[in-house]
């Protein structure tokens, strides 16, 4: 059994910044790509980053672009993303979800195996 364990959420004003982390524990697995997602109230979940940990690519959805960046361990099987300059909109769920399989697709949540319980991220404008 593999767990996800996310941590970091809060509640922080519109032009701060958070870093949201997470690690697996459980079982030894060896993890191919680990994202994040998040969903806000009434909407469905949506990437947000991830890492490929061959070659460490990343790739962000376009909105935080510029704003987020993804980051991790591959040998711990540790994910952190740093959020900069939060906007209201940024407000929602976010789930920390890995690979323990090679696939070319990372953008889609369906892709991943494990899933971490969440942790909220409220921006207040």
């Known amino acids: 059994q593999v767990q996800l364990v996310e941590s970091g959420g809060g509640l922080v004003q519109a032009g701060g910044s958070l870093r949201l982390s997470c690690a697996a524990s459980g079982r030894t697995f060896r993890s191919y790509s680990m994202g994040w997602f998040r969903q806000a109230p009434g909407k469905e979940r949506e990437f947000v980053a991830a890492?490929?940990?061959?070659?460490?690519?990343?790739y962000y959805v376009d909105s935080v672009k510029g704003r987020f960046t993804i980051s991790g361990d591959n040998a711990k099987n540790t994910v952190y993303l740093q959020m900069n300059s939060l906007k209201p909109e940024d407000t929602a769920v976010y789930y920390c979800?890995?690979?323990?399989?090679?696939?070319?697709?990372?953008?889609?949540?369906?892709?991943?195996?494990?899933w971490g319980q969440g942790t909220q991220v409220t921006v207040s404008s």
């Open positions: 979800a890995a690979q323990d399989r090679y696939t070319i697709v990372v953008f889609t949540a369906g892709a991943y195996d494990y």
């Open positions: 890492i490929r940990w061959s070659g460490y690519s990343t």
